[in-house]
C-alpha cells in the first residue's frame, strides 16, 4: 500500500517561514519524482515545486524562485519544502505527490498525499 504523509503545515506570519515534509512508504522512492503542488478552494491545483528521482533536477514555479526550496532524502523516504518569506497568498492546502517521470503537471503524479494546511496571515 503506497501512504504518502505530509506534515509541518500551520499558521505562520507573512515574512516567517514553514517546513514542510513527506513521508513516503510503499513505493520505490528512490525511482520517483517527487512534487509538491498547492491548492485553494475553488482552484485548479496549482504547481509548485519538483525534484527529480535522483535529485539532480528541480524545477519551481516561478512566483515560488527563491523563496522555496525542495529536498528529498532517499535514504528516509521523504521529500521536504522549505519555505521563506512567505506571503498571504500562499495560503493554501499542500500536497506531495510520487510520478514516474519528473514533470510540472499534475497528471503524471500517481499517487499524492492527503495534504496539509498552511495558512500565512498578514
Known amino acids: 500500500q503506497v501512504r504518502l504523509v505530509e506534515s509541518g503545515g500551520g499558521l505562520v506570519q507573512a515574512g516567517g517561514s514553514l517546513k514542510l515534509s513527506c513521508a513516503v512508504s510503499?513505493?520505490?522512492?528512490?525511482?520517483?519524482?517527487m512534487g509538491w503542488f498547492r491548492q485553494t478552494p475553488g482552484k485548479e491545483r496549482e504547481f509548485v515545486a519538483t525534484?527529480?528521482?535522483?535529485?539532480?533536477?528541480?524545477y519551481y514555479a516561478d512566483s515560488m524562485k527563491g523563496r522555496f526550496t525542495i529536498s528529498r532524502d532517499n535514504a528516509k523516504n521523504t521529500v521536504s519544502l522549505q519555505m521563506n518569506s512567505l506571503k498571504p497568498e500562499d495560503t493554501a492546502v499542500y500536497y506531495c505527490?510520487?510520478?514516474?517521470?519528473?514533470?510540472?503537471?499534475?497528471?503524471?503524479?500517481?499517487?499524492w498525499g492527503q495534504g496539509t494546511q498552511v495558512t500565512v496571515s498578514s
Open positions: 505527490a510520487a510520478s514516474k517521470s519528473l514533470s510540472t503537471f499534475t497528471t503524471p503524479y500517481n499517487y
Open positions: 510503499g513505493l520505490a522512492f528512490s525511482r520517483y519524482a
Open positions: 525534484m527529480s528521482s535522483s535529485g539532480l533536477n528541480t
